[in-house]
């Protein structure tokens, strides 16, 4: 079955420094997704990223990178050089191929504030 | 382009009342899902439509909670009776998934409190 784990529940840190959130996720499947959402304090939840099972590059947007290494099953995020509007929770999420398009499977979410 | 749309925002009911939380997608998706999110669980999977037909309802937390799609363009979450332990934020989401996995679309979310 498909599990994702963000050990991290709240993180804070002060703006400019720059932040990883971890994400570790199982599944059978050597064909999946993974994707980020960013909820900020209005509560929608933002798309982030999606990246297939078989792009291992990590991908930069900005301030924003994440590192997706399957031989430890991670896809992390890292904010560089944070600032306040980063507040909120991220979620990373697994979608399986296996079947078809499966729904996604989200982690609890880790919490970010960004103090001034 | 007008996004995923939910309402009420907010809803505030006493115990035993039925609850309607309803859900716009946005045009076009043929995907639309179900799910909350509490602090304890985080975001579950409730239920979700492929053009209009449920596929999988293993997430509906009991009989109380049921789920329509009569038609493309709406979708209804309906508690009867509803309990305290209700209280959560539902989220209602679209996608169109033409080939591999696409994005999903999230609504604003319905603040349910059963008091």
């Known amino acids: 079955a498909q599990k994702v784990t963000q050990a991290q529940t709240e993180i804070s840190v002060v703006e400019k420094e720059d932040v990883t959130l971890d994400c570790v996720y199982e599944?059978?499947?050597?064909?999946?997704?993974l994707f980020w959402y960013k909820q900020p304090p209005s509560g929608e939840l933002v798309f982030l990223i999606r990246?297939?099972?078989?792009?291992?590059q990590n991908e930069i947007s900005g301030r924003y990178s994440w590192n997706f290494q399957k031989s430890t099953s991670s896809f992390n995020f890292t904010i560089t050089a944070s600032q306040v509007v980063d507040s909120a929770v991220y979620f990373c999420?697994?979608?399986?191929?296996?079947?078809?398009?499966?729904?996604?499977?989200f982690g609890k979410g880790t919490r970010l504030s960004v103090i001034a | 382009d007008a996004g995923v749309i939910q309402s009420p925002r907010h809803e505030v009911t006493e115990m035993g009342q039925e609850v309607t939380l309803r859900c716009k997608p946005i045009?076009?998706?043929?995907?639309l899902f179900w799910y909350r999110q509490t602090m304890m669980r985080g975001l579950e999977l409730l239920i979700y439509?492929?053009?209009?037909?449920?596929?999988?309802d293993s997430g509906m937390p009991e009989d109380r909670f049921s789920a329509k799609m009569p038609n493309a363009s709406f979708s209804t979450l309906k508690i009867q009776p509803s309990e305290p332990r209700d209280s959560a934020v539902y989220f209602c989401?679209?996608?169109?998934?033409?080939?591999?996995?696409?994005?999903?679309?999230f609504g604003s979310g319905t603040q349910l409190s059963v008091l």
């Open positions: 989401a679209s996608s169109l998934m033409a080939r591999g996995h696409e994005k999903l679309f």
């Open positions: 599944t059978r499947d050597t064909t999946y997704y």
């Open positions: 990246r297939n099972s078989f792009d291992e």
């Open positions: 999420a697994l979608s399986e191929a296996w079947s078809g398009n499966t729904p996604l499977v």
């Open positions: 045009s076009g998706h043929d995907y």
């Open positions: 439509f492929n053009n209009n037909v449920p596929i999988d």
